[in-house]
Nanobody, 121 residues
Framework: QVQLVESGGGLVQPGGSLRLSCAAS????????MGWYRQAPGKQRELVAS???????DYADSVKGRFTISRDNAKNTVYLQMNSLKPEDTALYYC???????????????WGQGTRVTVSS
């Protein structure tokens, strides 16, 4: 079974930082692109960041310069470092395993259960 388990979410004040982690099992982790999506209440799920098997990265315009996606293949883990957090970053954040080594749109494989991030004063 493929399992993706997110952790690291929580409540932070605007301007604060969080690091999300997604631990994968049941796959040869290094072979797959990984991504982070988020869904805020009443909004569609949107791509936050992705990282290919070759560690090329892509970011939503709204998070460029603030968020960094990275992966540690030895630990089967993908991370999302979030700095300078804003209230509009509040959402449920999901880890995604893509179906191949490239982060091709809609090539969704397995999803994690989500971890909640709340940015509020």
């Amino acid at each position: 079974q493929v399992q993706l388990v997110e952790s690291g979410g929580g409540l932070v004040q605007p301007g604060g930082s969080l690091r999300l982690s997604c631990a994968a099992s049941g796959i040869i982790f290094s072979m797959y692109a990984m991504g982070w999506y988020r869904q805020a209440p009443g909004k569609q799920r949107e791509l936050v960041a992705s990282i290919t098997s070759g560690e090329r990265t892509d970011y939503a315009d709204s998070v460029k310069g603030r968020f960094t996606i990275s992966r540690d293949n030895a630990k089967n883990t993908v991370y999302l470092q979030m700095n300078s957090l804003k209230p509009e970053d509040t959402a449920l954040y999901y880890c995604l395993q893509y179906r191949c080594r490239y982060a091709i749109p809609h090539s969704f494989g397995s999803w994690g259960q989500g971890t909640r991030v709340t940015v509020s004063s």
